[in-house]
């Protein structure tokens, strides 16, 4: 039975197949790899899904005439494909520069037919010797698509990874963190921190982020990047912010309500909410206990959220505009279409990404992008933060160049929430 879009095996006809090759391999090699086309949803919701399954066509056919090895492959789900190979020699690099080639061809086929330069191709790839044939295929597979979900979180422009056995670790921690996500907001064990943003010009504090850490009964720190994008895809991270929501109006209610100073604290704003503006709803049931003036919040949306649905992120930004609360754009330069972006959204604030101050001592062209940067962001009357200050030069320059607040390991770290009181 074949894959009426593509012409290949469907899945079910492919793994028996792959199962009588891994059995019976004599001395060449089977390489398998697993790939999918990166923004494929983008370009299904841009372009129509007639022509996302034209452009699955041809992705196939690319992935066929682009392998002299090729034996059979398979559609697995909508853009996921598995072929098969049979080698005679046994050269990973020799093997891993030709799919990168590969898919290289395809990408620059594919955006040149359908004129989207986003598509990008992720795979992941496993090697079977007679060394090592004593698998089974359904875990070949498994391991292979392990592989193109580690490659697809890759910055780089060749996105493929060999599949390597310390993967599956990365696999059980995750579990483990899916699986304690929820006892651990049950049992406290998240903290919310809060990093100060300084007024560039006074040198006082005018604002902080709140961020998560979970303190775990034995004492350890986890740290978000180790937690937050696992739970991101899986979308507990939405339990997680609104815990962070409600720290936040408390902590700020209770300032308040001491006569105590008070600064506008900013909160990031996870994809997930994206799907279904659920937020909004409790939003305003927090501002109902708490009653605090909404100048004193501050929502974070991504630079690469924005991005990926523009719609909905201007239809998040003018609701929580509409409630009096400010909309900054997180991560400002880390994406592609920022110049457009800030052109289409009425956002508050921009957060530029800290790639912008990497070196400590800043060149000519990072102060020319930095100041120019800055620059539009006043004529277009937004507030520009610059995020990741780590030295005194690189604070005297922003100052200089007018960036309206500073944020970064300069002033402080992250510290908790009795310490950031003690510090206003």
């Known amino acids: ?47 129509s ?25 398979s559609r697995v789900v909508s853009d996921n494909m598995v072929t098969v190979g049979v080698y005679d020699f046994d050269n990973k690099d020799d093997l891993y520069q030709q799919i990168c080639i590969r898919n290289r061809l395809i990408e620059h086929a594919l955006r040149k037919k359908y004129k989207c330069n986003r598509l990008r191709i992720c795979t992941g790839m496993y090697f079977i010797s007679r060394h090592n044939n004593n698998i089974d295929a359904e875990t070949v597979i498994s391991n292979c698509n392990l592989a193109r979900k580690i490659a697809r979180e890759n910055s780089r422009e060749d996105s493929v990874v060999i599949f390597k056995e310390e993967m599956s670790s990365k696999i ?100 997930q909410h994206f799907k279904k503006l659920d937020i909004i709803n409790y939003i305003k049931s927090l501002q109902r206990v708490y009653k605090i003036p909404p100048q004193y919040v501050e929502f974070e949306i991504t630079e690469t959220v924005c991005m990926e649905d523009t719609a909905k992120a201007m239809n998040f930004i003018r609701t929580f505009h509409e409630m009096g609360f400010k909309v900054s754009m997180d991560d400002f330069g880390s994406g592609y279409s920022s110049l457009y972006l800030l052109s289409e959204l009425p ?3 921009i957060k530029m990404d800290k790639c912008f101050l990497q070196s400590q001592n800043l060149h000519d062209k990072e102060r020319v992008i930095i100041s120019n940067i800055i620059n539009m962001t006043h004529q277009l009357d937004i507030t520009a ?3 990741g200050v780590e030295t005194s030069q690189q604070s005297e320059f922003l100052k200089s160049v007018g960036c309206d607040i500073q944020q970064g390991f300069y002033f402080s770290r992250p510290v908790t929430g009795e310490q950031i009181s003690d510090m206003l």
């Not at 899904?49 to 034996?71: M, R």
């Not at 350890?220 to 929501?245: A, N």
């Open 1 to 47: 039975m074949k894959d009426t879009l593509t012409g290949l095996d469907s899945y079910d006809e492919f793994i028996p197949k792959l199962q009588a090759l891994i059995d019976n391999l004599d001395d060449k090699i089977i390489v398998i790899d697993y790939s999918d086309i990166k923004h494929f949803k983008y370009f299904n919701d841009t372009y």
């Open 49 to 73: 899904y007639k022509t996302g399954n034209e452009l699955l066509a041809d992705y196939a056919k690319l992935l066929i005439d682009n392998n002299e090895y090729f034996l059979y492959g």
């Open 172 to 271: 059980n921690h995750e579990i483990e963190i899916l699986s304690t996500i929820d006892s651990a907001i049950k049992n406290n064990e998240l903290i919310t921190y809060y990093q100060p943003k300084i007024n560039s010009e006074t040198g006082v504090i005018c604002g902080a982020e709140a961020l998560v850490r979970w303190k775990k009964s034995d004492g350890t720190i986890i740290y978000p990047d180790q937690f937050v994008p696992i739970i991101e895809r899986s979308g507990q991270i939405i339990q997680v912010d609104y815990f962070m929501y409600q720290q936040v109006f408390q902590f700020i209610s209770e300032r308040i309500a001491e006569k105590k100073t008070v600064v506008p604290i900013s909160i990031n704003v996870s994809r």
């Open 347 to 349: 956002i508050d604030v």
């Open 385 to 387: 933060l610059c995020e």
